[in-house]
Nanobody
């Protein structure tokens, strides 16, 4: 089992920045992929960013160049630095990890006002 605890969501004006954190505990090691997905009302859950063993990353097209994912392996914590935020980034952001199966955090709300 893996437990994911997110923090850092909130309300920010367009153009601002937020940093999300996700601490993992349980059966997870640095080689397990971790990342972030988001879901806005009426939309499907979509990939925001994911980081793999060795540090390679993938980003959703809508956040490339604005968001940066990073990971602290000794702490089993993944971060999402979100800059130049837009109202369309408003969503619930879910931490993700894969350790033999996908695991999800409880979600944290990010609201960007125009």
């Amino acid at each position: 089992q893996v437990r994911l605890v997110e923090s850092g969501g909130g309300l920010v004006q367009a153009g601002g920045s937020l940093r999300l954190s996700c601490a993992a505990s349980g059966n997870i090691v640095s080689g397990n992929p971790m990342g972030w997905y988001r879901q806005a009302p009426g939309n499907e859950r979509e990939l925001v960013a994911i980081i793999f063993s060795g540090g390679s990353t993938n980003y959703g097209d809508s956040v490339k160049g604005r968001f940066t994912i990073s990971r602290d392996n000794p702490k089993n914590t993944v971060y999402l630095q979100m800059d130049s935020l837009k109202p369309e980034d408003t969503a619930v952001y879910y931490c993700y990890a894969n350790s033999f199966r996908p695991y999800w955090g409880q979600g944290t709300q990010v609201t960007v006002s125009s």
